[in-house]
């Protein structure tokens, strides 16, 4: 019990500063304004007692769970985790799946799927392929397509970048009183404003104190994630079947909830429905969806999870395949107080503390080897994860096979009951992911974000201008793919950095390539290949 209460909450008077300090009261933590009057709830400590302002941790190897933490661990076919202090086990082989250790712990993948894999399986190159296990399954990345090369090393296969093509560095602005983006403005496109969330709430579900939680929820996220700001900006009702979510879905209802309260979205539903007043709703030009579910359909289930910005991960690129420009949290009953923090960091581009990026990011000599292993952020402690870093104290992990001291405070770790903070540079992500997403969410809907490939208009960062079948915008801004220019593609959903994918030739010999429309000022040799614009040679195929 803290030793001296602080004041219960009473009038205000103004001239106190809010969010003054976090202390203890009543064994939970909360936020005081300078006044010391209490303001919300900032942490909720369940039961484990409160002392100078942060919850105590509960020790992973209570009597209940005997060692064993939510990141779970596998015994032959068998995924066991201590999920709300007790200890829960799913025979996978019972549902005909396998037990695999993947990013987010324990889990029961299917033992029928094609591209299952052991978790040693190592990496290998299959004609400037990387082929490598990832949570169970096999995946391949393409590194022609990052101007790389698939090479094999001491540690195993990598792809390795040309150093003859550095990636040009990205600017974006951020809310921070400088031109970030070096286009004569400050602080432009909203990025200091507080982001909205929209609350997806099922029909019918069984959601206890969603509201305290909710707002418990907020105050952390809003200390942990700081300078960034948040508000719950509208709750929504959806349909039932959202009750149990299925994570294979994760995608398409993004696609359907990123957009769903968006002000062209809301207009358009207006026009079209004749029942509606002439005064279409009020929505917004930027927000976070929040999708409040019972329970995720997986074994053991999860707390929560969230989509990544352009598939990316600690400035690593996770995947070939096309990412949409929308995104999703999603939450469960099981979450703890801070898991609306953890997700948020996923959804604004931090890993996991234990992942390993090495695995996806190209080697570039040019790049310091803290951004491109680990979690690619450089000030982050190694952590090799909670399976091998035990707890001998309530929030001090001790590595057993590796020289390493994890931050179990990290609110990107898997240290349950400990996680309350990030670093200066996972903050520093966060903010350009969180701008990113700013300048994409008008263009989720292609026609809102019409561009002419070779005019002055730019896209926003991380978009590029490719054709479609857009009624009334031919060419639109998209979220680049992960092809550079020169890379081969077959549609344009491959390509970044203002390439769109041009077809050289007569088909079936046809071959295709991620190709730049001739600009003022571009670096590159302009031809005519019977556009209404001129390309950069460079980036087509050799005949």
Same mark, same amino acid.
């Given at each position: 019990m803290?030793?001296?209460?602080?004041r219960?909450p009473?009038?205000?008077?103004g001239?106190?500063?809010?969010?003054?300090?976090?202390?203890?009261y009543?064994d939970?933590?909360?936020?005081?304004?300078?006044?010391?009057?209490l303001?919300?709830?900032?942490?909720?400590?369940?039961?484990?007692?409160c002392?100078a302002?942060?919850?105590?941790?509960?020790l992973?190897?209570?009597?209940?769970?005997?060692?064993l933490?939510?990141y779970?661990?596998?015994?032959?076919?068998?995924a066991?985790?201590?999920?709300?202090?007790?200890v829960?086990?799913f025979d996978?082989?019972?549902?005909?799946?396998r037990?695999?250790?993947?990013?987010?712990?324990?889990q029961?993948?299917?033992?029928?799927?094609?591209h299952?894999?052991?978790?040693?399986?190592?990496?290998?190159?299959?004609?400037?392929?990387?082929?490598?296990?990832?949570?169970? !399954?096999?995946?391949?990345? #393409?590194?022609? %397509?990052r101007? =790389?090369v698939? &090479?094999?090393? $001491?540690?195993? /296969?990598?792809?390795?970048?040309?150093?003859?093509?550095?990636?040009?560095?990205l600017r974006?602005?951020?809310c921070?009183?400088?031109?970030?983006?070096?286009?004569?403005?400050v602080?432009?496109g909203?990025?200091?404003?507080v982001a909205?969330?929209?609350?997806?709430?099922?029909?019918?579900?069984?959601?206890?104190d969603l509201?305290?939680?909710?707002?418990?929820?907020?105050?952390?996220?809003?200390?942990?994630?700081?300078?960034?700001?948040?508000?719950w900006?509208?709750i929504?009702?959806?349909?039932?079947?959202?009750? !149990?979510f299925?994570p294979? #879905?994760?995608? %398409?209802?993004? =696609?359907?909830? &990123?957009?769903? $309260?968006?002000? /062209?979205?809301?207009?358009?539903t207006?026009?079209?429905d004749q029942?509606?007043?002439?005064?279409?709703?009020?929505?917004f030009?930027?927000?976070?969806?929040?999708l409040?579910?019972?329970?995720?359909?997986?074994?053991?289930?999860?707390s929560?999870?969230?989509?990544?910005?352009?598939?990316?991960?600690?400035?690593?690129?996770?995947?070939?395949?096309?990412?949409?420009?929308?995104?999703?949290?999603?939450l469960?009953?099981?979450?703890?107080?801070?898991?609306?923090?953890?997700?948020?960091?996923?959804y604004?581009?931090?890993?996991?503390?234990?992942?390993?990026?090495e695995?996806?990011a190209?080697?570039?000599?040019?790049?310091?080897?803290? /951004?491109?292993?680990?979690?690619?952020?450089?000030?982050?402690?190694?952590?090799?994860g909670?399976s091998?870093?035990?707890?001998?104290?309530?929030?001090?992990?001790?590595?057993?096979?590796?020289?390493?001291?994890?931050?179990?405070?990290?609110?990107?770790?898997y240290?349950?009951?400990?996680?309350?903070?990030?670093?200066?540079?996972?903050?520093?992500?966060?903010?350009?992911?969180?701008s990113?997403?700013?300048?994409?969410f008008?263009c989720?809907?292609?026609?809102?974000?019409p561009?002419?490939p070779?005019?002055?208009?730019?896209?926003?960062a991380e978009?590029?201008c490719?054709?479609g079948?857009?009624?009334?915008?031919?060419?639109?801004?998209?979220?680049d793919?992960a092809?550079?220019?020169g890379?081969?593609?077959?549609?344009?959903?491959?390509?970044s950095?203002?390439?769109?994918?041009?077809w050289?030739?007569?088909?079936?010999?046809?071959?295709?390539?991620?190709?730049?429309?001739?600009?003022p000022g571009?670096?590159c040799?302009?031809?005519?290949v019977?556009?209404?614009?001129?390309?950069?040679?460079?980036?087509?195929?050799?005949?």
């Open positions: 803290p030793t001296s209460q602080p219960k009473a009038p205000r008077t001239g106190c500063a809010s969010h003054a300090s976090l202390a203890c009543d939970d933590v909360w936020w005081f304004d300078g006044c010391g009057d303001q919300v709830l900032a942490d909720s400590c369940g039961g484990r007692g002392n302002g942060r919850c105590e941790a509960a992973p190897n209570d009597d209940a769970c005997a060692g933490d939510e779970g661990r596998c015994e032959g076919d068998v066991k985790a201590c999920l709300a202090g007790r829960m086990s996978c082989r019972a549902k005909h799946a037990c695999v250790m993947t990013s987010e712990g324990a029961c993948l299917a033992r029928d799927d094609k299952a894999c052991a978790p040693e399986a190592p990496a290998t190159c299959h004609d400037n392929h990387l082929r490598l296990c990832v949570d169970g !399954r096999f995946t391949e990345l #393409d590194c022609s %397509a101007k =790389a698939c &090479s094999v090393g $001491q540690d195993g /296969a990598r792809c390795v970048a040309l150093s003859a093509t550095p990636r040009p560095e974006v602005e951020v921070d009183g400088h031109d970030n983006n070096l286009d004569g403005r602080d432009e909203g990025v200091c404003d909205p969330l929209v609350a997806f709430v099922p029909a019918g579900a069984a959601l206890d509201d305290a939680r909710m707002q418990n929820e907020l105050a952390i996220l809003n200390r942990v994630l700081d300078p960034l700001r948040f508000r900006g509208k929504v009702e959806v349909d039932a079947s959202y009750r !149990r299925d294979k #879905d994760l995608e %398409a209802m993004a =696609a359907v909830l &990123s957009q769903a $309260q968006s002000n /062209a979205t809301l207009a358009r207006a026009v079209a029942h509606t007043p002439a005064i279409a709703p009020a929505g030009d930027f927000y976070i969806p929040v409040f579910t019972e329970r995720l359909l997986m074994d053991p289930p999860k929560g999870i969230s989509t990544l910005p352009n598939a990316r991960c600690g400035r690593a690129r996770l995947s070939d395949q096309p990412s949409p420009a929308g995104g999703v949290i999603v469960t009953e099981l979450r703890r107080p801070e898991t609306l923090a953890h997700e948020m960091g996923h604004l581009g931090l890993c996991h503390t234990h992942e390993q990026v695995r996806f190209v080697r570039d000599a040019n790049m310091p080897a803290c /951004a491109r292993s680990g979690d690619g952020i450089c000030d982050t402690p190694l952590d090799p909670a091998l870093c035990p707890r001998v104290e309530p929030c001090e992990p001790v590595c057993t096979s590796v020289a390493a001291r994890p931050d179990a405070s990290n609110v990107m770790s240290y349950m009951g400990c996680r309350r903070a990030m670093t200066a540079e996972q903050s520093a992500e966060t903010q350009r992911n969180m990113l997403r700013r300048g994409w008008p989720l809907d292609p026609r809102a974000c561009c002419q070779a005019g002055d208009a730019v896209c926003p978009m590029s490719h054709p079948d857009h009624q009334g915008a031919p060419w639109s801004c998209e979220l793919g092809g550079w220019p890379a081969s593609c077959r549609d344009s959903s491959q390509c950095q203002g390439a769109f994918c041009l050289q030739g007569a088909a079936p010999a046809a071959a295709a390539s991620c190709t730049r429309p001739c600009r571009d670096a040799t302009c031809i005519d019977g556009l209404p614009f001129r390309v950069c040679s460079e980036d087509l195929l050799p005949h």
